[in-house]
């Protein structure tokens, strides 16, 4: 099932064919879709270096105009209006609420002088919309794109097994299914990222869309054992210690996310070493929070082009990854790439086809046989015949 994208943020020179805009690096594009691409240009040239607007508002801001200039629903709102998009505003805490005021006041400071607002209740409304309803387009290798709505997508409703997967071919999304659906049964995809344990899924989907899962996994919670592993000490933690050390787990996530922010990578790399020593004296090197720390450590040594180090940190997260996310997951798929690649780059090039080709077999189910990653990674393969 291929689904076109109603409104997408992707920066101009990333910008690909979709149902109704079709837009070039060099910013020629059709005359109908001028009102939207002439909104941005102008903004930009106005602003220049100082033009800075978020993902979400310059999503927001071309919503507005494609809602202006559409008379009749696209192909994505066969059966669900945007307008129509759940918004949940009874259930924004005063968080959400600043941050959906200060998008406001960004919409209004970078498109005043291009764009007629509607009034604020009614961008209140839409920015509320987006962030529940939103999606993030990504690469083979899940780096961020951009985002995007896709009306027909946001239907599906959520599972942590889910039966489809969602993919791209640049702001197309295409939905294929990676279970057997039989006639009746509901498809489900998923919101978020399946790594955690029960408590932490259900904490983000609370957070961002006002729901408590209940599918099968979030009631046997079957996995989160293997996914909260403990090491086997000489003397086992109590309870508490364990909870102490979730706890620390989760506050050094969310210091590491502000730290990217503004520390060099050698301090992000001391981080993540520091939080990897001190988890490591009580969770196993499976654990989630060890992944999850080994994770941002590698993206750091990729950074720093510390080729050794990301490939060793890439190899002790496959194995666990493989066992803690769903069948066919692009999580899987897209560390087998980086491993792949960081193989080959480093001449182990029989280490690099065997992490290519199981990167392929994920692909083949989940992008489809004829997507263009697919030719990339085959022609990577066969270059070093």
Avoid at 117 to 140: K, S, Y
Avoid at 247 to 254: C, M, Q, W
């Amino acid at each position: 099932m291929t689904i076109h994208c109603i409104a997408q943020g992707i920066n101009c020179c990333l910008l690909a064919k979709t149902e109704d805009f079709l837009c070039h690096p060099i910013f020629s594009c059709k005359r109908g879709d001028w009102p939207m691409h002439k909104l941005e240009c102008s903004s930009m040239c106005a602003f220049g270096e100082n033009w800075n607007p978020s993902e979400t508002v310059r999503l927001a801001a071309r919503i507005i105009v494609k809602q202006k200039t559409q008379t009749k629903r696209t192909e994505s709102e066969r059966v669900l209006a945007l307008r129509e998009f759940e918004a949940h505003l009874d259930k924004l805490d005063n968080e959400k609420r600043e941050m959906n005021q200060t998008d406001i006041a960004a919409l209004h400071h970078f498109y005043s002088k291009h764009l007629d607002f509607p009034d604020d209740d009614t961008l209140i409304e839409l920015f509320a919309q987006v962030n529940c309803n939103g999606f993030t387009i990504e690469d083979e290798e899940l780096s961020h794109l951009g985002s995007a709505v896709f009306p027909d997508v946001a239907l599906m409703n959520h599972s942590c097994n889910p039966n489809v997967i969602v993919t791209y071919k640049g702001t197309v999304a295409e939905v294929r299914a990676v279970q057997e659906i039989h006639p009746g049964e509901e498809i489900f995809t998923s919101y978020i990222d399946l790594l955690y344990p029960t408590e932490d899924r259900n904490e983000r989907l609370k957070d961002s869309y006002f729901f408590t899962c209940e599918c099968k996994e979030c009631i046997t919670k079957s996995k989160d054992k293997a996914k909260m592993e403990i090491r086997k000490l000489s003397t086992p933690p109590k309870p508490e210690e364990i909870r102490d050390m979730v706890k620390y787990a989760k506050n050094i996530i969310e210091e590491f996310r502000r730290a990217k922010h503004y520390k060099t990578p050698s301090e992000l790399l001391e981080i993540c070493e520091l939080s990897l020593d001190k988890m490591g004296s009580m969770f196993e090197v499976t654990n989630v929070y060890m992944l999850h720390m080994m994770y941002q450590a590698m993206g750091v040594c990729l950074y720093m082009q510390d080729w050794d180090g990301a490939m060793n940190y890439g190899e002790k997260i496959i194995k666990p990854y493989s066992m803690h996310y769903p069948a066919y997951s692009l999580n899987v798929a897209s560390m087998y790439l980086k491993l792949g690649r960081l193989y080959l780059g480093l001449e182990k090039t029989s280490l690099g086809v065997k992490a290519l080709k199981q990167a392929l077999a994920i692909m083949e189910v989940a992008h489809g046989k004829d997507h263009h990653y697919l030719a990339e990674i085959k022609k990577e393969i066969e270059d070093q015949k």
